[in-house]
Antibody
Framework: EVQLVESGGGLVQPGRSLRLSCAAS????????MHWVRQAPGKGLEWVSG????????DYADSVKGRFTISRDNAKNSLYLQMNSLRPEDTALYYC??????????????????????WGQGTMVTVS | DIQMTQSPSSLSASVGDRVTITCRAS??????LNWYQQRPGKAPKLLIY???SLQSGVPSRFSGSGSGTDFTLTISSLQPEDFATYYC????????FGGGTKVEIK
């Protein structure tokens, strides 16, 4: 079964740090770009960060640039999000998501991101 | 950044109705447009990718169309399980979601 399981959320004070993890199973993790998407309580979806299959590209939303760092360990089938200088507006449910784009498409065209076909259930981060 | 605007932000409909949701990009995104469904308390689910390609396992009553800046998601005959919030997302540049459209029971 294809699965993503997030962990690491919790209650943290403003200005502190938190590290989220996402464990992947059921697919070849190293072949796919991965993303973090968040959803504040009662609000819509916000893309936070994405990383290419080989960590060659890492991209961030303006709202988190310079504070958050995405990384991955393909040997451990794991995705991470290091969140520093947390703010109350970072309070949200954080989802890990797999990109649908085939590795061969990335290699031949340079396109690294597309749609998100597999999502975890999310981990809640509360900054207060 | 490319901004995505969905309309309406909410709508009320009955089972069996045909429902259309619109998504407009602030600049051309070719066909790099995806649609998701999110039921309350659940993770989003991919419905349509590349503007009009139906994701595996998604019922055929869902369809997508458009290119450039204007896109639509159509549900041909609304079913009880379709009452949810729908989001568009562009993948022409770094991903960005629309604000969502909540489909409620009339």
């Amino acid at each position: 079964e294809v699965q993503l399981v997030e962990s690491g959320g919790g209650l943290v004070q403003p200005g502190r740090s938190l590290r989220l993890s996402c464990a992947a199973s059921g697919f070849t993790f190293g072949d796919n770009a991965m993303h973090w998407v968040r959803q504040a309580p009662g609000k819509g979806l916000e893309w936070v960060s994405g990383i290419s299959w080989n960590s060659g590209s890492r991209d961030y939303a303006d709202s988190v640039k310079g504070r958050f760092t995405i990384s991955r360990d393909n040997a451990k089938n794991s995705l991470y999000l290091q969140m520093n200088s947390l703010r109350p507006e970072d309070t949200a449910l954080y989802y890990c998501a797999k990109d649908i784009i085939p590795l061969m498409t990335t290699v031949t065209t340079g396109r690294e991101y597309d749609a998100f076909d597999i999502w975890g259930q999310g981990t809640m981060v509360t900054v207060s | 950044d490319i901004q995505m605007t969905q309309s309406p932000s909410s709508l009320s409909a009955s089972v069996g109705d045909r429902v259309t949701i619109t998504c407009r990009a602030s600049q051309s995104i070719s066909s790099y447009l995806n649609w998701y469904q999110q039921r309350p308390g659940k993770a989003p689910k991919l419905l349509i990718y590349a503007a009009s390609s139906l994701q595996s396992g998604v019922p055929s009553r869902f369809s997508g169309s458009g290119s450039g800046t204007d896109f639509t998601l159509t549900i041909s005959s609304l079913q009880p399980e379709d009452f949810a919030t729908y989001y568009c997302q562009q993948s022409f540049t770094t991903p960005h979601f629309g604000g969502g459209t909540k489909v409620e029971i009339k």
